[in-house]
């Protein structure tokens, strides 16, 4: 499929590595997808699947010794991937904003939210502190936090959790970017929270046109905010589409077995469905399709060959049985 | 089990970061050097240095062998007294790591047992060991060591107090250095306490000291080696800086910072090689211990791993 | 607030009773004091009526009273060796210890957080390395060895600095001040280096571990991705989270500098308090000892004070909170 204008993001093919003592280890390894402006990408997977240092390398922080060692990154069909660092820092907080798993930890817990959130501002936006502070106590009003004019004093260690998480997405969007990267929003919230929060992201990206890359383990936030998925497994995207289609009708073995395993409310079971096995660790990466060794339909080319993603129907999957069931022998569309 | 022990430790990761690292396996070589020299020291020395008989007064101040009017005979000088340097350096750092590892031990015992007992039994027992340990650890090492050593030096008049200096000192240095062994092992003892095995050991109805010195005391060994690598170069330090202040050890059976003491007095006259040998050896052995407590601290650290 | 500092007051005046307790158990029962102060020809009729006069036969309750009492009033008693009141000669020594620490103190700090906060943001600069290289250095070359260096390198060989004793001093009221003549900023040079050399080196070790540690937090990568410039998040944020921290173990680690004069002062003839109480260690002049343990533990209570106080003040997060969101 080909589109006519350029994907807000664009990840071709992006491998990272980090060399350790032991050998260089691949986190991610040639992963692609697209992000449209306004949309909401969900990216799922178990720990470990690299979903994380996907996120990481977009927005430019990954830690070294890792390192981006191929594909490309354009954003708004600008590559972004090989730029300097200064060049990079004027695109994060501006264009491409991130928000991290915990909240208490995400904010400096010297400096009030006022001076995080103003000094955010100036930095980016080229207003007056005056101004800054107006439009902090604006934002701050819509993400829902009360008394906004008062509270911005305080320091982050006088909110609560989902209050935190608030002011941490006010700061991600205060400098208007088109993209935020959301890792883990809402792990670390209480459950009654993490609606609230979701729903508060969900309204604010409506409003603001902004895109989202949500990763996370949780399908269940994936289900309620996503507009399409993607699910990784051992660095690479094993199937990628709507998010109803995923869910309801996923091709890949990995991805069924995936939404298997979730109760629904209903149901009458008495096991929960898993996958036998575990996902493997960077060193033990099994050659050819690396689902392989808990894959219940695994042919021997599986064992061998590492299937590339292209579109199946309604989604686009990597893997060879999905591929040789619909088209027959692999390389037709 | 030991070699069990021994061929799980050469397999580690940590024997592979040592081997990595020059610079340790370097200090690690030095130090080796400097403690076989010690304790061959009668073997390699030229001369007794502390035996009257052997010292001539003509031979005083004679420089090292590179300059004008050296000779084989003193390699590296001689003193006031006519004593070789190099076999006094070689007797001196006999002393001076003797009251260095002694002290050690002394301190490691103290600070662990209180250790275990304090994070064993906890309640009021641990209440008080630790407002001692708080109470100590604001005061610095050295001034606790001189504290003791002035006030044992009041108790024993005299002479008895010459006989006794290696015992007083000993106990005044390993007294300034057992708080950081207790609090780390109390530390460990008290998440150890609450596992299972030893719940297990007590329901079997083992006895309390047992437990603690079979069960959780091999557990809590690591840091307890590292901080007392560490303690070693403190106590060198501080066992040369006692001498060198004159309250350590005297000049008799001198320590390297008592020769510096007695070199001191020479350097305006120009005869510097009786302080700076004796200074470099006692800088460099505690720069080498140094190196390897480092070492050890960042190996055994399981956050770096 | 006030109920944290009376608190910590409290805690304070326990502390110093341990130590007077202490410094009096030495006082009274190390060693005879009677005999200490008479010589050989005294009667033993004259020895009585001294203990008489002393006080020594009193209740043990009473006399430590007396004990307390008295050095609250700044009397120390009198040195058995001198001869001269204890609390004169501390008083008289007192500003060469403090000037010297104080110089010593400043010249670790100035010194020793810029290295430590440039090691931890620049680990792989050559300059880190040589800094790192110093630091090492500094714990393991005994503080009397880097002063008898620096006594042979500047005063020996090169002779450019003074080797011993405070040079001119000025007196204003009961202070004596090196700071006001050239020989005696040029004497002070040497000591207060050797003798701030130990700290600077911890100061730089602390530093440079506290900003390692923050520099890896959430906080500052958000602040990253926030796409705050460099200085702001190093110089900014991560500095000041670092400083914190280290201002309570420096606070701390100052004390012991005055601690540490001992040696320096031996070093280089520097009559302080510290060398007065090497003499008396040698000599066993039990007054001073005591005077001298007292003393350094009252700096010793009042910095610990200080430091603790200003710790609340700088970290928000242990001021009461008014609120909960």
Sequence with gaps: MSTSYAALLEISDLKVEFPTRRG??????????????????????????????????????????????????????????DLPYEEMRKIRGREIGAIFQDPLTSLNPLYTIERQLVETMTTHLGISK????????????????????????????????????????????????????????????????????????????????????????????????????????????????????????????????LMGSIPKIGDNVEHLSQIDGAMPGLTEVPSGCAFHPRCGVAMSVCRQDTPILQRCDHTEVACWQVVDARTGPKGEA | MVIESFRRFVGSDIWFSFKQSKVTLCAAAVSAAIILAAVAAPLISLQNPFDPVVLDLMDAFSPPVWLEEGSWVFPLGSDDQGRDLYSAILYGSRVSLLIGFSSVVLAMFVGVTLGLVAGYVGGVVDGVIMRVADVQISFPAILIALLIDGVMRALLPGGRHEEMVFYVLVLSIGLSQWVQFARTVRGSTMVERNKEYVQAARVIGISAPMIMLRHILPNVMGPVLVIGTISLAVAILTEATLSFLGVG??????SLGTLIRVGQDFLFSGEWWIVIFPGVTLATLILAVNLLGDWMRDAFNPKLR | MMALVLRRLLQSIVVMLVVALMAFTIFRYVGDPVAMMVGQETSLEERAQLRVTLGLDDPIP?????????????????????????????????????????????????????????????????????????????????????GILLILLFGVTLGWLPTFGRGEVVAIGGWTTGLMSTSGLKSLIMPAFTLGMFQLTLIMRLVRSEMLEVLRTDYIKFARARGLSNRVVNLGHALKNTLVPVITITGLQLGSIIAFAIITETVFQWPGMGLLFIQAISMVDIPIMAAYLVLIAFFFVIINLIVDLLYHVVDPRLRIDTDQG
């Excluded at chain 1, 699947?49 to 490309?72: C, D, F, Q, V, Y």
């Excluded at chain 1, 954003?75 to 991937?81: E, N």
């Excluded at chain 1, 935020?180 to 993490?194: C, F, R, W, Y």
């Excluded at chain 3, 050559?126 to 005994?142: A, D, R, T």
Aim: proline letters at 5%.
């Design chain 3, 62 to 146: 009473v006399q430590f009273g007396r004990f307390v009492i008295s050095m609250a009033q700044g009397n120390f008693g009198i040195s058995y060796q001198i001869g001269r009141p204890v609390s004169e000669l501390l008083v008289e020594r007192l500003p060469a210890t403090l000037e010297l620490s104080g110089i010593a103190a400043l010249f670790a700090l100035l010194v020793g957080i810029p290295m430590g906060v440039y090691t931890a943001l620049y680990p792989t600069r050559w300059l880190s390395k040589i800094f790192l290289g110093i630091s090492l250095i500094g714990i393991s070359l005994p503080t009397f060895l880097i």
């Design chain 1, 130 to 257: 005056g101004k800054a502070r107006e439009r902090a106590i604006e934002l701050l009003h819509e993400v829902g936090i009360p008394s906004a004019g008062e509270r911005i004093h305080h320091y982050p260690h006088q909110f609560s959790g989902g209050m935190r998480q608030r002011v941490v997405i006010a700061l991600a969007l205060c400098s208007d970017p088109k993209l935020i990267i959301a890792d883990e929003p809402t792990t670390a919230l209480d459950v009654s929270i993490q609606a609230q929060i979701i729903g508060l992201m969900k309204k604010l990206c409506r409003d603001y046109q902004t895109a989202i890359l949500l990763i996370t383990h949780d399908m269940g936030v994936i289900a309620e905010t996503a507009d399409r998925v993607a699910v990784m497994y051992a660095g690479r995207v094993v199937e990628i589409g709507s998010v109803r289609d995923v869910v309801r009708r996923g091709q890949h073995p990995y991805t069924r077995g």
């Design chain 1, 24 to 81: 260089t280890l691949v986190a991610v390894n040639g992963v692609s997808f697209n992000i449209e402006p306004g949309e909401v990408l969900g990216l799922v997977g178990e720990s470990g699947a690299g979903k994380s240092m996907t996120g990481n390398a977009i927005i430019g922080l990954l830690e070294a010794p890792g390192r981006i060692a191929g594909g490309a990154i354009r954003l708004a069909g600008r590559r972004i991937d």
């Design chain 2, 249 to 254: 050890v005297p000049p008799t059976e001198p």
